[in-house]
């Protein structure tokens, strides 16, 4: 139905940058531009948690306190892609960055559990 690729991560320094990408594929009737389209990441033993999330054509976008202002999430709608700019990259950061989708408007978007389809994953690893 909904299909979602992460591209991107890989092993970097602290204090550089990077950008992953996500692009998605749709079944007849899920149209990108209606979807909330978010990035969350896990870390070893710790929760899938928030990271960022924008909705519909980005006259919404909410951060995790811990990369406000280091992160920056952008789609494109004509492309089906969503993509999260990564700045001043911290070894707190390193993780499996995933992206998800949902196309049911619910007003919930920090829970794993808001969203329906999910990416495989990326990859990023910060050292310090």
């Known amino acids: 139905q909904v299909r979602l690729v992460e591209s991107g991560g890989g092993l970097v320094q602290a204090g550089e940058s990077l950008r992953l990408s996500c692009a998605a594929s749709?079944?007849?009737?899920?149209?990108?531009?209606?979807?909330?389209m978010a990035w969350f990441r896990q870390a070893p033993g710790k929760e899938r948690e928030f990271v960022a999330v924008?909705?519909?054509?980005?006259?919404?976008?909410y951060y995790a306190d811990s990369v406000r202002g280091r992160f920056t999430v952008a789609r494109d709608n004509a492309e089906n892609t969503v993509a999260l700019q990564m700045a001043s990259l911290i070894p707190e950061d390193t993780a499996v960055y995933y992206c998800?989708?949902?196309?049911?408007?619910?007003?919930?978007?920090?829970?794993?559990?808001?969203?329906?389809?999910w990416g495989r994953g990326t990859q990023v690893t910060v050292s310090s």
């Open positions: 998800a989708a949902d196309f049911v408007y619910s007003g919930r978007y920090y829970s794993p559990l808001d969203y329906e389809y």
């Open positions: 749709t079944a007849s009737g899920r149209t990108f531009s209606t979807a909330q």
């Open positions: 924008i909705i519909w054509t980005g006259s919404r976008i």
